[in-house]
């Protein structure tokens, strides 16, 4: 099993910088895909960003984002710049491996106009 903590939201104004960790624990394996989700209510999640272990990126909006993992501390990174209102909204991590996919708790992030 693993396990996966979020950290690094809050709220901030529009225009500001937030940064988000994620790391994980437990029985990770090495060819894992990781990256970032955010959801509002009332709406599907929607795909951030996300990383393999060898470091492919793909991106929803690559703009202000900046996504990244040191696989020696099994942590996962989001930085968010040049923040919205609309960028508001319960972001996750997640990690993918042969076994399935495993979701953090979230961590809030809300931008004010």
Known sequence: QVQLVES????????GSLRLSC???GD?????VMG????????QR???AT????GTINYADSSRLTISRDNAKSTLYL????LKPED???????????RGTYWGQGTQVTVSS
């Open 23 to 25: 790391a994980a624990s």
């Open 36 to 43: 970032w989700y955010r959801q509002t209510p009332g709406k």
């Open 8 to 15: 690094g939201g809050g709220l901030v104004q529009a225009g």
């Open 88 to 98: 508001t909204a319960v972001y996750y991590c997640f990690l993918q491996d042969r």
């Open 46 to 48: 929607e795909l951030v």
């Open 79 to 82: 930085q968010m710049n040049a």
């Open 28 to 32: 990770i394996f090495s060819n894992t």
């Open 51 to 54: 990383i393999t272990n060898g």
